[in-house]
């Protein structure tokens, strides 16, 4: 497989860093985290009306770029060296691909065009617990007539505080696991439906708890099949993690860059300390680990391209589980180490609120656990080695 970027690939990480170095500095991420959103609204309009990034991997036929999944990557990695403040994550690589794969042509012609030219932004509900498999999925779905009734409690749903659609996972009342799962796309303000945003660590980026109290839903709410649900949200979560490891290879990167000019600043013993052995063999350790997790995103990534592509190779796609379990497990480790690494090479002043390094820091912490722990994830890797074993 090549891992080398196309010359337009290059071009669209050159235009994304270039962009997101002047508009998504050290101050704008300040002010944007403490805004009542969460977000620069009107920055978020020029992304979509002047870089069309929510447009990159929607297909042509609604209103995108019809790009693939390494350029969403290569925005994503760029987007987490900036920390950028935005709802792009639960729009594009969460919403988006539930419904590019389980929507019919109908809902797409609906909801794609408007979230590719930034009309609506969009989130996926789907967890009751900590958001990581079949059984956090808790909210239950009634058929009732032509439609179905929804009750119950989501957590930590993503910018879901103000998303205009949101893609809501329920179950069938005493089903368990993978079974009687299925997907709802619902307006944001349908009645029935209390949001609320939750205090989070990381001021970056938000969550928010969802309340269904006796929401009916028409029958033109459901994606796909009633009580199928679960393999069209399981490759969605797989996607969703192999899109945050990207994002944490490009938080992971920047802190290591912080980390090398400030050690070129400091002076001790009438030297940098940059010029020390035991911080160089640190600094090279940091650059070691990004570089293998960017070779496991990108390699990730073109194993989801071939998944969203129809006419993708179904032998490359079948390693998504596994791809996508190594991806989020190494970033996440390695981004919370680069953190960590980066606050002590800081000394002191690396967990001030001057200094951007303990924005990266509060970032890994929560982007690790987000969508599952590495250990967790770890798990389904030795589970699928085990199982194919004779």
């Known amino acids: 497989m090549e891992f080398a970027f196309s010359d337009e690939q290059e071009m669209i990480r050159e235009s994304a860093e270039g962009f997101l170095a002047h508009v998504s500095d050290s101050a704008a991420v300040r002010a944007a985290m403490v805004s009542e959103r969460g977000f620069d609204e009107a920055l978020w309009q ?19 770029l019809g790009l693939g999944f390494v350029e969403l990557g290569i925005l994503l990695e760029q987007m987490g060296r900036r920390l950028l403040c935005s709802p792009f994550f639960a729009t594009a690589c969460m919403a988006t691909p539930a419904l590019l794969l389980a929507a019919d042509d109908q809902q797409k012609q609906r909801w794609l065009p408007l979230i590719a030219d930034g009309s609506v932004t969009a989130a996926l509900a789907f967890s009751s617990a900590n958001g990581r498999a079949a059984e956090d999925v808790q909210v239950t779905a009634v058929k009732e007539g032509d439609g179905f009734v929804l009750n119950g409690t989501l957590n930590h749903v993503l910018d879901g505080h103000g998303a205009d659609l949101l893609i809501i996972a329920a179950r069938l009342p005493g089903s368990v696991g993978e079974a009687g799962i299925s997907l709802f796309a619902v307006d944001a303000d349908h009645p029935g439906i209390e949001r609320q945003m939750l205090p989070t660590m990381d001021q970056t980026r938000r969550q928010a708890r969802i309340r269904l109290n006796g929401v009916y839903l028409d029958g033109q709410c459901l994606l796909g099949e009633f009580g199928a649900g679960w393999p069209h949200l399981e490759r969605v979560l797989q996607l969703a993690c192999i899109a945050l490891a990207c994002e944490q290879t490009g938080g992971a990167q920047q802190v290591l860059d912080l980390s090398v000019a400030y050690m070129q600043e400091r002076q001790q013993f009438g030297r940098p300390i940059a010029s020390f052995q035991a911080l160089k063999h640190r600094a090279a350790d940091m650059m070691l680990q990004v570089e293998c997790a960017r070779s496991a995103s990108y390699y990730a990534a073109c194993v989801a391209q071939e998944v969203l592509d129809p006419e993708g190779d179904p032998q490359v796609a ?3 589980p596994t791809a996508s379990a190594l991806a989020k497990a190494h970033c996440s480790d390695t981004f919370f180490h680069c953190a960590s690494e980066a606050i002590q090479l800081h000394g002191g002043v690396g967990f001030t609120w001057e200094y951007d390094v303990h924005l990266y820091f509060k970032r890994a912490r929560a982007s690790e656990s987000f969508l599952g722990l590495p250990a967790w994830h770890l798990e389904r890797i030795a589970e699928a080695i085990l199982g194919e074993q004779p």
Request: aromatic residues 14%.
């Open 46 to 64: 020029r992304l979509c009306s002047e870089m069309y990034w929510p447009a990159i991997h929607i297909p042509e036929a609604y209103g995108g």
């Open 318 to 320: 079948a390693e998504l």
